[in-house]
T-cell receptor, first 113, second 112 residues
Framework: SQTIHQWPATLVQPVGSPLSLECTVE??????LYWYRQAAGRGLQLLFY??????ISSEVPQNLSASRPQDRQFILSSKKLLLSDSGFYLC????????????FGDGTRLSIL | AQSVTQLDSQVPVFEEAPVELRCNYS??????LFWYVQYPNQGLQLLLK??????LVESINGFEAEFNKSQTSFHLRKPSVHISDTAEYFC??????????FGTGTQLKVEL
């Protein structure tokens, strides 16, 4: 069966510091991968998605970036965090192809001080 | 483009009572619909999905949803809720691409 791992679960970072969140999927090949941010009462905001190694689509302009160095690895990064980057970050995967259900990791709670 | 509207941000209900969480969508193409559940400080879990075929879909824990094309709705129902059903529920729509559009969520609070 497929599993998704996301870490760390909780992170507290100062303003202006860098960020690296990692997500890996096991048990499948060539998945679609997604990064979301969830703010309280505002649902999920899609940040990036990827349909293959090195292929990244950005949904919103911001100071975050994503990379997919391996087939089942998806990384969310920032060079300098802003207060507004606080939130709950979720990684998800789906089978390749359209209209597939997405399966989520347990999320990272990011607090910026 | 698709959009999803979850009409209720919070739904309080007593244990063993029925509940309906409402979801309406807008899409210019064929739709694929999903309900997810999120427990505190966890990711979203797929509850049920409508891809094609029967318009009534069921989950293993007693929830069901009915796809109504004429009313563009995909409401989630359960005839008798349990305290453990307390969670946030998200409706999502896919429409021919790699992305899903999520609603803003409905917080279901089951009270004794």
């Amino acid at each position: 069966s497929q599993t998704i791992h996301q870490w760390p679960a909780t992170l507290v970072q100062p303003v202006g510091s860098p960020l690296s969140l990692e997500c890996t999927v096991e048990g499948t090949s060539n998945p679609n991968l997604y990064w979301y941010r969830q703010a309280a009462g505002r649902g999920l905001q899609l940040l990036f998605y990827s349909v293959g190694i090195g292929q990244i689509s950005s949904e919103v302009p911001q100071n975050l970036s994503a990379s997919r160095p391996q087939d089942r690895q998806f990384i969310l990064s920032s060079k300098k965090l802003l207060l507004s980057d606080s939130g709950f970050y979720l990684c998800a995967w789906s089978m390749a192809g359209y209209n597939q259900p997405q399966h989520f990791g347990d999320g990272t709670r990011l607090s910026i001080l | 483009a698709q959009s999803v509207t979850q009409l209720d941000s919070q739904v309080p209900v007593f244990e063993e009572a029925p509940v309906e969480l409402r979801c309406n969508y807008s899409s210019s193409v064929s739709v694929y619909l999903f309900w997810y559940v999120q427990y505190p400080n966890q990711g979203l879990q797929l509850l049920l999905k409508y891809l094609s075929g029967s318009t009534l879909v069921e989950s293993i824990n007693g929830f069901e949803a009915e796809f109504n094309k004429s009313q563009t709705s995909f409401h989630l129902r359960k005839p008798s809720v349990h305290i453990s059903d307390t969670a946030e529920y998200f409706c999502a729509v896919g429409g021919g691409g790699n992305k899903l559009t999520f609603g803003t969520g409905t917080q279901l609070k089951v009270e004794l």
